[in-house]
């Protein structure tokens, strides 16, 4: 830390020179090309024809590497990820520059560089600098440029460092951002209409999880952050909007772990005259879609786990899950005592307010969803934790409803919508009957959503996907806060 301090004073020292000299944080370069773009079009090109093309450019970066060589310097300029080689010479500036940007540039200031293409001796794609400008200093250090953060909180907690050592990170967030745009490509193609919906509701509801409250103080009431887009988008299906989507934030008052965070981005769909298991084979169409736009290819490789999205997705019921992995009949976990002594017989913790529905869900959980190695759909959850899903007509104790798993992460969930107010008022009234027992996770009587249902919604299936999960998955990044810029962290003594 005492090092840092002092190189932080060294630098001060310099600005202060700087300042003597007129420098005053520049705000008018404008550049000419981009790094990458001078790479793709030159880096196949010789040293005799860069020469004779002659090409001029004006560039800006932040210079990452440098070595001095007497009256000649090579430095590495960082643009938008992309790195250059600099070369300059004292007679080609003059060497009143060449002094200012030996003495008082440092690794990591913003510079920007004018000159001429040029290839070296070794090839590599240089930038002969005729005048060097510094744009913006960098007072603090960076970090050691071979070995990048070697402290992986300080990557989340000071994301923009990370960026500027670590490529392979940058890239993470390139990979997002074209997942991103993969799934508006996918649902534009299809006639979805792409919303945005409140983000503070006056009831938390869409989703079974203890919500984050604030308050409102022109409105005097408090409100809450959004769980789930769910019920707005539903009242938008009973609207007339028969396909529609949102790519949002939901907030859930939850742990933090690899695989949850406080604050995740979610894509929630919603297709009229759709049942469940359309929706099943719409996402192993757009499992494949997005997996080809983002990768080239349809084979992920995970840690140790390879699959190929190419395949269809095993289709299982949650009751036929568990009833294979713990070899009992499935007639067993629809008992209320069996179910419940099995539970106790592995250990497995159920609350004395489940049913047998909620009882199958926590074994599925703790026995079966670890196993889920290869994409799976697990359909048929039990209509009590589920209570915004149809019920299946041939056997109404459960829902039709699946989850998606990968690698043993849910990765989406989706059921036929259930459309019948009075059913729809039952299950709420239910909910509210766990919450008022203790249950921070249930839901409220959304009477204004059960309003629009009386309306009458048509036959619709929603699903709605994790897309910080999938982006783990497509960059091999097994903690959430890998693919989160800005993740929420604990708070620590030491800054």
Known sequence: ???????????????????????????????????????????????????????????????????????????????????????????????????????????????????????????????QASDIQLLAKSLQPLPEKFHGLADPELKYRRRYLDLIVDEASRQVFESRSAVLAS????????????????????????????????????????????????????????????????????????????????????????????????????????????????TGATQVTFGELSFDCANPARRVTMLDAVADELNVASDDLRDDQKVRALAGKLEVHVADSMDAGACLNELFESQVEPKLHQPTFITQ???????????????????????????????????????DPDDQRTRFEHQATLRSAGDEEAMTVDEDYLLALEHGMPPTAGEGLGIDRLVMLLTDKHAIRDVMLFPQLRDRTTP
């Open 381 to 419: 959850y039990p209509a009590s934790i589920s209570p915004l899903a149809m019920r299946n007509k041939d056997d109404p104790d459960f829902t039709d409803r699946f989850e998606y798993f990968i690698a043993s992460r849910e990765i989406a969930n989706g059921f036929s919508e259930l459309n």
């Open 1 to 127: 830390m005492t090092e840092e301090r002092n190189e932080f004073e060294v630098r001060r020292q310099k600005l202060a020179t700087l300042r003597e000299h007129g420098f005053d944080y520049p705000n008018g370069f404008k550049p000419s090309h981009r790094a990458a773009a001078l790479r793709s079009a030159y880096d196949d090109a010789s040293k005799a024809e860069l020469e004779g093309l002659n090409v001029h450019v004006a560039i800006a970066g932040r210079m990452l590497l440098r070595r001095d060589m007497g009256k000649a310097c090579f430095a590495t300029l960082a643009d938008s990820g992309t790195r250059i080689q600099i070369y300059a010479r004292s007679n080609e500036m003059g060497a009143e520059q060449f002094q200012v940007m030996q003495q008082l540039m440092d690794i990591g200031d913003i510079v920007a560089v004018q000159g001429v293409l040029m290839k070296t001796n070794r090839g590599e794609l240089t930038v």
């Open 183 to 294: 799934l508006r490509k996918f649902f534009h193609a299809r006639d979805y209409l792409e919303v945005e919906t409140p983000m503070l509701h006056p009831i938390p509801g869409g989703a079974s999880a203890k919500p984050f409250i604030t308050h409102h103080n022109a409105l005097a009431r408090d409100l809450y952050l959004r769980i789930a887009p769910e019920l707005y988008l539903k009242r938008l299906v009973v609207g007339g909007v028969e396909r529609v989507f949102e790519i949002n934030r939901n907030f859930r008052n939850e742990g933090l772990s690899t695989k949850h965070s406080p604050e995740f981005t979610m894509l929630e769909f919603y297709e009229s005259y759709s049942t469940y298991e359309d929706l099943m084979d719409l996402t192993d169409e757009l499992i494949r879609f997005v997996v080809k736009e983002v």
